[in-house]
């Protein structure tokens, strides 16, 4: 598998992207999560947040 | 075909939810499909397939979830501890779910919204999906809320951000499904509220396996009866929502009128050490015991004489059920799903919900009386064998299935 870095990996499911400094992240993991998930996957739910955050 | 059966929760506990999906898996396979059980385990918090190997652990990607929720402008969520641990936790297990694969299947049926709403997040191809409700996730939550805030309103609850959060759930996992399956006519006119329309909403009650329950019946409780004494009885999870405190209330202004019973509780949960505390200020010592969890429910309903059904909100309670299997006279909460289970006065009694005085009542008249005792259980008896088979809510459930395939 061709690991990929952060700002290819799991950034693009989060609609605000924060990083990961100084949080342990497996990044193989992370690479089998990414080639799993459909394309367009996004975090947080924005239908959820429409609910919670008005 | 290939069916995925997956809740959102814990696979590894017991009860009704689990004893579902085991019974419906076994009854597809008898009939030729490939029945697969995704969950998550408890004790390790992993994304797990039952009798697979491989794991998801939760653990490697919540870190990075919760961090990053936490930096996102998400005010409300990031001040409500329920909401963002169950947000963060499911993205988690959409993961897990991804990872060990949802695609190659030909239907999913989810065991409640969350999961159905966690699925239709990860699927890459379109494959019909059903949601069954087993109960209302958003009231679960306020009665939670409630069992340390005993005075919020419904109304105060929906208006937080848990609430919110729940009903949302609720609400958009019934809508991410193609078909919704409920057991009650309650669970499914709380849908139906929340918006979904009713031409998406299918009923088919829950069974029971009669010949196992037999089987099981046919055995010798070891606890004898204390002679002379008529034994009240509850089975089930010992948490708020199963309204088990009711029960000891009930109980204790019971024993001033009358002492010629005994209750076995049985059961375990979280709320023990605070009920067990409750029966020995109302100094029920000698007449309340709590067995704790059993092996063979069905051969201690051999014993009673009264089941009791406390609970605040229950769809189809299992255990109710195999009281009235069992022949023993039964009273309920007449509260949700209860009362479309008992006719009253002839398959059992209805109590005012949540009022212990009204359920001594109750009690009180049973206890006098061990001719209506024995007509409510065989009714209820012969009604459940006759409405209430595992084969009926099998070829209910393939039914609704067969819509979407």
Not at chain 2, 123 to 130: C, D, F, K, T
């Amino acid at each position: 598998m061709e690991l990929k870095v952060p700002s290819d990996l799991y950034n693009a499911w989060f609609i605000y992207p924060g990083g990961s400094s100084g949080t342990m992240v497996d990044y193989f993991i992370l690479n089998t999560v990414a080639e799993n998930l459909p394309e367009g996957y996004l975090i947080p739910d924005a239908k959820v947040m429409s609910w919670i955050e008005g | 075909m290939k069916i995925l059966l997956v809740t959102y929760w814990w696979l590894t506990s017991v009860g009704g939810i689990r004893t579902y999906m085991n019974q419906l898996a076994e009854r597809l396979r008898t009939h030729g499909h490939e029945v697969d059980l995704m969950g998550t385990d408890l004790a390790t918090n992993t994304v797990y397939v039952a009798g697979q190997e491989r794991r998801f652990a939760k653990d490697t990607v919540l870190p990075l979830i919760r961090r990053n929720l936490a930096g996102a402008p998400l005010p409300a969520l990031q001040a409500c501890p329920q909401a963002m641990a169950i947000e963060s936790d499911r993205y988690a297990f959409e993961m897990g779910a991804a990872v060990l694969g949802v695609n190659q299947y030909d239907l999913i049926h989810a065991q409640d919204p969350i999961a159905a709403l966690c699925i239709r997040r990860i699927l890459r191809r379109n494959i019909p999906l059903i949601v069954s409700f087993h109960g209302s996730l958003a009231r679960e939550g306020y009665y939670d809320s409630r069992s340390v805030h005993p005075n919020l309103t419904w109304a105060e609850f929906r208006s937080g951000t848990y609430g919110k959060h729940y009903s949302s759930l609720e609400y958009l996992g019934a809508e991410a499904a193609d078909l919704v399956l409920v057991s009650s006519g309650w669970i499914k006119g709380i849908i139906m509220e929340s918006g979904i329309p009713e031409h998406k909403i299918r009923q088919v009650p829950y069974g029971v396996d009669v010949q196992a329950f037999l089987s099981q019946f046919a055995v010798e409780f070891p606890k004898p009866k204390p002679p002379g004494k008529r034994l009240i009885m509850y089975t089930g999870r010992l948490e708020y929502v199963k309204g088990v405190h009711i029960l000891i209330e009930a109980l204790g202004q019971l024993r001033q009128a009358r002492s010629d019973w005994i209750c076995w509780i049985i059961g375990d949960g979280t709320l023990l050490p605070q009920l067990q505390h409750r029966s020995m200020e109302l100094g029920l010592n000698q007449n309340v015991e709590f067995l704790g969890r059993i092996d063979n429910i069905p051969s201690a309903l051999k014993k009673a004489d009264i089941y009791v059904q406390p609970s605040l909100q229950d769809t189809q309670p299992f255990s109710l059920t195999e009281a009235q299997l069992a022949g023993v006279a039964c009273i309920a909460a007449n509260a949700t799903g209860m009362p479309e289970m008992i006719q009253e006065g002839v398959t059992g009694r209805l109590f005012a919900p949540e009022n212990p005085e009204s359920l001594a009542d109750g009690l009180n008249r049973l206890l006098n009386s061990s001719h209506e005792r024995r007509h409510l259980g065989l009714k209820a008896k012969r009604w459940v064998a006759a409405h209430r088979t595992l084969d009926q809510m099998y070829q209910g459930t393939w039914k609704v299935y067969q819509e979407l395939i």
